[in-house]
């Protein structure tokens, strides 16, 4: 990804690309949510998920792609909901891909036997749930990777060789200027071992295009067409 420079302007090409993925990011609505693997729906649909810190942004910035205001809730007790939900995405009649929610980790006030149920829980997701295509991971342009999320990226490295399609998005962009942006940039691109990254900012609408074309690119690549993956009409 080039333009993810506050004042890059995407090519005429690409901006149309951008606006016509955020208009099938729109398409997203609430599909189930579940406490425990076993609980979430086989939907055969390419998945995305969602996860990073708590607090590092996961809701807002899918609220932001979604252009829905409350489609995940920012949660007022964070690292508190620990649930996975699930958003579908597509025409009602043919969805066509699936957004994962996880919970946040690493918040501090979690009781520790909680902290290990729910690490379990998300390392059995990501290391089984068959049908997901990306992860998009989460982290704060001012902090970086933490050890929570080199866990996680050590976890997730046998499912990026096997062609798990892996994005880094620096959020809060707008709390650092031009010269900060671009050196959080280069060194998370040292540590994402040739995986993508991406600046971005909500309140600033930075990286919000990109970030949506490349995902939906990503999901819908060597997909099914909407019309196969339904069953027959009767
Ligand atoms: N300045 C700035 N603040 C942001 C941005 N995105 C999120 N925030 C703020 O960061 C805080 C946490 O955002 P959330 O989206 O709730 O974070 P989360 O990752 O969903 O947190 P959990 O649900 O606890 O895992 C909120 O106060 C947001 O307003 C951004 O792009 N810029
Ligand atoms: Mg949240």
Redesign the pocket.
Known sequence: MHSSGRGARPSGQSEAAAQQALRWWHTARFLSTAAQLDQLPQTGLPEVAFV?R???????CINTLTQQRQLAF??KT??R?QHINLFVLGPKQSPQAVLADL??YG?AAVPQQDKLRWQRVMANYLLSRDTLRAVVL?CDARLGLTPLDEALLEMLRPRVEQGLDFLILL??A??LNRAEQQKALQIMRLNAGGGQVQLF???KKQGVGATAALLQQWLLAGGQPPEQALPPAP
């Open positions: 990073g708590s607090n590092a942004g996961k809701s807002t920012a949660s964070p690292g909901t919970p946040g918040y989460l959020t809060k707008d709390k900012s909500a309140l």
